[in-house]
């Protein structure tokens, strides 16, 4: 399988699809092995995946992915092993009674750095195993407190009758959803689960501006100019691209952090500045 597919792809995944149902899709549509994304996320949750087609997954490193914005509705008064609607239930406790001053109190206190317990049911690596694989099996084991920053906390609205609290959060890479909703019932005096979670935002990248999943084999692939802040395409010389072929420093009167060299419409390889006019290689492309 080959193919000249390269670029990004916003995706606005459904609820019930799985991450990797949609990398599937991306593979036959642009007819590529290579298809690699920023954060998967759960099947029940929808919304935005960052997908990087062909050789443009070696360009993943430099998306800005450190804020992402979700969307979330958090049942209260009752607790699932995978802090889900999808899981079992495994506490139930009242719930106080609450006003919408006194949730947007809790949220608020939620922001800035904290430690967080990830989910059992979650894609870390325990051992050499998933966890969510290790928590099916019934094999009890430990996670490890992760940092997080929470930069956001907007309450969007709050039913009485059914004790759900919808909120609007905007977190650091790695923050579980999930284990937040858990936390914010605690805070709130009860348990709780999230019934619904959606992405809208990886950086500056909207959901808004995704294809559904039936609409990624007629998608146009993004440059990465439009996806990374600070890169900027460039059309070398025959003198300049031989050294580029050969991975040596370059000097190129730029402003740009980022480099990426093409030659007769090829693309080259990847340069970073490392001083005034000077440009290192950080990748070079197979398939050019």
Same mark, same amino acid.
Request: charged share 25%.
């Given at each position: 399988?080959?193919?000249? !597919?390269?670029?990004?792809?916003?995706?606005?995944?459904?609820?019930?699809?799985?991450? +990797?149902?949609?990398?599937?899709?991306?593979?036959?549509?642009?007819?590529?092995?290579?298809?690699?994304?920023?954060?998967?996320?759960?099947?029940?949750? +929808?919304?935005?995946?960052?997908?990087?087609?062909?050789?443009?997954?070696?360009? $993943?490193? @430099?998306?800005?992915?450190?804020?992402?914005?979700?969307?979330?509705?958090?049942?209260?008064?009752?607790?699932?092993?995978?802090?889900?609607?999808?899981?079992?239930?495994?506490?139930?406790?009242?719930? /106080?009674? %609450?006003?919408?001053?006194?949730?947007?109190?809790?949220?608020?206190? #939620?922001?800035?750095?904290?430690?967080?317990? /990830?989910?059992?049911?979650?894609?870390?690596?325990?051992?050499?195993?998933?966890?969510?694989?290790?928590?099916?099996?019934?094999?009890?084991?430990?996670?490890? /407190?992760?940092?997080?920053?929470?930069?956001?906390?907007?309450?969007?609205? #709050?039913?009485?009758?059914?004790?759900?609290? !919808?909120?609007?959060?905007?977190?650091?890479?790695?923050?579980?959803?999930?284990? $937040?909703?858990?936390?914010?019932?605690?805070?709130?005096?009860?348990?709780?689960?999230?019934?619904?979670?959606?992405?809208?935002?990886?950086?500056?990248?909207?959901?808004?501006?995704?294809?559904?999943?039936?609409?990624?084999?007629?998608?146009? %692939? %993004? /440059?990465?100019?439009?996806?990374?802040?600070? $890169?900027?395409?460039?059309? @070398?010389?025959?003198?300049?691209?031989?050294?580029?072929?050969?991975?040596?420093?370059?000097?190129?009167?730029?402003?740009?952090?980022? @480099?990426? #060299?093409?030659?007769?419409?090829?693309?080259?390889? @990847?340069?970073?500045?490392?001083?005034?006019?000077?440009?290192?290689?950080?990748?070079?492309?197979?398939?050019?």
């Amino acid at each position: 399988m080959n193919s000249d !597919a390269f670029g990004f792809l916003l995706v606005d995944k459904k609820e019930g699809v799985t991450s +990797s149902f949609v990398d599937i899709k991306a593979k036959k549509a642009f007819n590529t092995r290579r298809v690699g994304h920023l954060g998967t996320l759960d099947p029940f949750a +929808s919304g935005l995946l960052l997908l990087a087609i062909g050789e443009a997954t070696k360009l $993943l490193p @430099l998306v800005p992915d450190n804020e992402k914005t979700y969307e979330a509705v958090l049942q209260l008064g009752e607790e699932t092993d995978t802090l889900d609607r999808n899981g079992k239930i495994t506490a139930t406790l009242d719930v /106080p009674p %609450l006003e919408e001053e006194k949730i947007q109190e809790v949220l608020s206190s #939620f922001l800035g750095t904290s430690n967080q317990l /990830p989910p059992k049911y979650s894609a870390k690596w325990i051992d050499g195993k998933r966890a969510y694989d290790l928590a099916r099996e019934g094999i009890e084991f430990q996670q490890k /407190p992760i940092d997080i920053t929470i930069h956001q906390m907007e309450l969007l609205s #709050f039913d009485k009758e059914e004790k759900r609290i !919808a909120f609007r959060t905007t977190v650091s890479r790695g923050t579980y959803i999930r284990s $937040l909703g858990l936390d914010i019932a605690k805070r709130l005096g009860t348990t709780g689960y999230l019934s619904s979670l959606r992405r809208t935002q990886i950086g500056s990248l909207h959901v808004r501006d995704a294809v559904a999943v039936e609409g990624i084999p007629d998608a146009v %692939l %993004l /440059p990465p100019e439009s996806v990374i802040p600070g $890169l900027t395409t460039i059309e @070398l010389d025959e003198r300049k691209a031989t050294r580029a072929l050969n991975g040596l420093p370059l000097s190129i009167s730029s402003d740009f952090p980022y @480099l990426l #060299f093409t030659h007769d419409g090829k693309r080259i390889a @990847l340069y970073r500045n490392e001083g005034p006019s000077l440009y290192h290689c950080l990748r070079g492309f197979s398939h050019a």
